[in-house]
């Protein structure tokens, strides 16, 4: 149901409140007074004043600021500081930029999203912000909040544009936000774009429904404990809250120990203490995207699910245990402590909306949500592991990179090699959440939706991309790639990982057979998935921006893989035959501007 509409009126303000570039190399520290930067105290600091003294490698320029988003340190002691940038105030979309430094402070070079200098011919509009507004509700079909003015630099040019949230989308599914760029001069729409990165695209739900097929999981729990489940670990406690070890009998992944809070002595709460606080609650069938009008699920003996449907716990054990799995599968293996590596917790709804046949993660909300399925093609609620480990995937990629789509069609499919970068990371590192779980229930393997019961077995798969006919994903690079669909795309860089961990060829791994192609019948010899993931991870984190295509994406592994194990190694010259084996090249990069 629509929200009654609500007419607002938009004031745009500009505070200027880091470093801007009046003259020759300055910077200031955060909200605090200008200093020159030879004396910078902190990577931050270091890193803005070294962009504004090699402005013509970064491409800052008069009037512009940089806020950092996020800092990586490595061992060795280099820094890499990834800003977003303003210009005379004004957020700058495409502005984005990694500044790297030596363990000393000196600079060491940059990775930008914008090529070109981001300030546009004008910073005064012809629309005025409610005219803004209606345009951006139109197209998206919605209620528009408040416009705000900002530079569109993600074009090759940079333009003067309104950004606006509009909620309740009709051109999202269950009614999601969208973000729309109207052009501040003419009025054109620059972009709309959902703030949900779907699991199921709009295309797959159609060719699902037009082929009449009906995806029929496996789901309900085999007898027997987990080995290591202790019950109730919180009987003694007299203090409350208190952390407790529960069991949870989910749909997908067998009986699995859950982590709780205990809050009084026979009260229970699905938030996992252990893991900064993690919860899952019910979204009641409703389309929210406010986590603090969920309801949280409680218990009075720690056991939570039935291994069926009927009860609405069941798919809340399946949903608390995927993201505390994947929060796991990164901490262990990369140290990172969250979704947004500052030790918060990850939120999940669970039974999002009325027959909502999708999994999303949500920008907005900062949380993950999952629809109960739709009661056609999608009769289970869709919290499979794998699912779980792709869409929160996305959120670590929002907090780094945060890859975007080059354009979004009227029903919602979305384009480009960016976006379709974005899906790919989330099934390469969604497959390795299984890994890390190694739940003989959901065995790990290179396939991406096993579980959900497709007739071709999986919904997508790292080896040989294209075998996934549904979405028509591709194995190789062409020109062609910068504008598919983005599920489909993603099958270039999934299949170089692939490549780079396992080879070429056939192999048999816990029980599947895999078979990768190359592109030119080269022989590829594998690294190891270890080796290959903490490449990407590398890459992603330190050396790729919101525009990075598969080119791009070739250069940002090949420095990961240099940093981790030297320019000379085996490592880094497999990362080359990789991209290669997928027609991803030095001779074949596109022109600037294509």
């Known amino acids: 149901m629509r929200r009654p509409h609500i007419r607002r009126v938009a004031i ?8 801007t570039l009046p003259g020759p190399a300055f910077a200031t520290v955060p909200n605090g007074p200008a200093r020159v930067a030879t004396s910078a105290s902190s990577p931050v600091d270091a890193a803005r004043a070294a962009a504004f003294a090699h402005a013509s490698a970064t491409g800052v320029a008069q009037g512009d600021t940089l806020r950092a988003k996020d800092v990586m340190t490595d061992p060795d002691g280099k820094s890499h500081v990834r800003f977003v940038r303003t210009h005379q105030g ?6 984005d930029m990694v500044v790297h430094l030596g363990k000393r402070g000196e600079y060491l070079g940059v990775t ?17 912000p409610e005219q803004a507004e209606r345009k951006a509700e ?9 416009a705000r003015l900002v530079v569109d630099a993600r074009d090759g040019a940079a333009s003067l544009a309104y950004q606006v949230l509009v909620t309740d989308s009709g051109t999202t599914e269950a009614g999601g936000s969208s973000t729309v760029v109207v052009d501040a001069r003419t009025g054109r729409i620059r972009s709309n774009t959902p703030n949900t ?55 997908f992944a067998g009986k699995v120990a859950l982590t709780t809070t205990r809050t009084a002595r026979t009260s229970y709460v699905l938030k996992d203490p252990t893991r900064w606080n993690t919860e899952t609650r019910d979204a009641k069938g409703q389309e929210l995207e406010s986590f603090a009008r969920g309801k949280a699920f409680t218990d009075g003996d720690n056991k939570w699910g039935t291994g069926t449907t009927s009860a609405r716990t069941s798919a809340a054990v399946d949903a608390q245990y995927g993201i505390a799995q994947t929060l796991d599968f990164y901490k262990k293996t990369f140290g990172r402590k969250g979704i947004k590596n500052n030790s918060a917790g990850a939120r999940g709804m669970v039974h999002f909306g009325n027959k909502v046949g999708n999994a999303f993660w949500d920008s907005v909300c900062g949380c993950m949500l999952y629809g109960d ?14 699912v779980t480990g792709h869409e929160l995937t996305h959120g670590v990629v929002d907090a780094t990179a945060a890859l975007e789509p080059t354009r979004v069609d009227e029903d919602g499919n979305q384009y480009g090699e960016a976006g379709a970068l974005n899906e790919s990371l989330a099934d390469i590192f969604g497959s390795n959440v299984e890994f890390s779980a190694n739940n003989p229930k959901n065995p790990p393997n290179y396939l991406v939706g096993e579980k959900l019961g497709l007739a071709q077995k999986f919904l997508r798969r790292l080896d040989h991309p294209s075998l996934d006919v549904l979405e028509e994903t591709i194995d190789y690079w062409s020109p062609a790639a910068y504008d598919t669909e983005v599920h489909a795309g993603s099958g270039v860089s999934s299949h170089a990982f692939y490549l780079l961990a396992e080879g070429s060829g056939r192999k048999t791994i816990n029980g599947v057979a895999y078979d990768s192609p190359t592109y030119d019948g080269s022989r590829v010899t594998g690294i190891g998935r270890t080796k ?14 919101s525009t990075t295509d598969f080119h791009d994406a070739r250069k940002a592994t090949l420095k990961a893989a240099a940093d981790l194990y030297g320019a000379n190694s085996a490592a880094y010259k497999a990362v080359g035959a990789a991209w290669a084996a997928v027609n991803v090249t030095a001779a074949n990069t596109p022109a600037a501007g294509r």
């Open 90 to 95: 004004l957020p700058v979309l495409g502005g």
């Open 197 to 251: 990165d779907e699991f199921i695209s709009p295309s797959l739900a159609a060719t699902l429904r037009e082929r009449g097929e009906s995806a029929t999981p496996r789901t309900g729990t085999a007898a027997g404990a987990v080995a290591g489940l202790s019950g109730l670990t919180s009987a003694a406690a007299r203090r409350y809250p208190a952390t407790a070890t529960g069991s949870g009998s989910s749909l």
């Open 532 to 545: 290959a993931t903490a490449v990407f991870y590398r890459a992603l984190t330190r050396y790729m921006v």
């Open 138 to 146: 139109a197209v998206a079909k919605g209620d528009a909040g408040t």
């Open 112 to 128: 930008r999203a914008a090529d070109h200098l981001v300030k546009p011919s004008t910073v005064e509009a012809e629309l005025t």
């Open 373 to 386: 399925g739709d009661g056609r093609v999608f009769k289970k609620p869709l919290v499979v592991l794998d």
């Open 12 to 19: 745009a303000v500009a505070v200027t409140t880091a470093a």
